[in-house]
Structure formats: C-alpha cells, structure tokens
C-alpha cells in the first residue's frame, strides 16, 4: 500500500474502546499502534484492531474526516464499522497482505 492520508478506527474488541486517528502511512502507524511504540492512549486501553479506514486524496481532508468522526456519537461510530466491518475483523492482514 502507498502512502495516502487515512483516517482510521481502531477498537479493543467488538463494541470495545474505540479510537480514531489520522495518518499519511497507515502501515506504519498501525505497526506503532499494535507494537506500543508510543504511550497513549491505544497503549494504555489495549486499543489495537484496525476495524475500519478510509483513504483521503489530500491530508486536509483527512483531517477535517477525523474531526467530524471524533464529535459523532459513540453508536454513530460503531455503526459506520458495522457497516463495513459487520464482524469487527481486524483489517490489519488484509491491509499488510492487500
């Protein structure tokens, strides 16, 4: 996968903790998420299945994705994955396989 601004969703589980996020290499930051590279809070809430992303032309608009993802309604959320991502798969093969 080339690098492309996303917006992503990872979970602890289904219907876990969810977190959303913004990236230019998706690969890597959800090697970095999975790894606890970094302290955070994916870290500290075991939040590591990519259950849902969404590839952006342009990072701007990535972020403004991110920002309106963030001020939705925790069921809101969980539908979007349930839409397409109905058995909380984690994506994460898929996407270092695809």
């Keep these: 996968m080339e690098k492309h601004p996303c917006v992503y969703i ?7 903790t969810l977190y ?3 990236t230019s290499d998706l690969i890597k ?3 970095e998420h999975r790894n606890d590279v970094v302290e955070g809070f994916t870290n500290k809430y075991i ?3 990519l259950v849902w992303y969404e590839q952006h032309a342009e ?4 972020i403004a994705r ?3 993802l963030k001020k939705w309604s925790r069921k809101a959320k969980i539908v979007l994955v349930e839409r397409h991502n109905p058995q909380w798969k ?3 093969s898929d996407l270092i396989e695809g």
């Design 20 to 22: 959303i996020g913004v």
């Design 47 to 49: 939040v590591h299945d």
């Design 29 to 31: 930051r959800i090697y």
């Design 66 to 68: 991110e920002r309106q």
């Design 59 to 62: 990072m701007l608009s990535a």
């Design 10 to 16: 990872l979970a602890s589980g289904r219907n876990g």
């Design 90 to 92: 984690d994506l994460w």
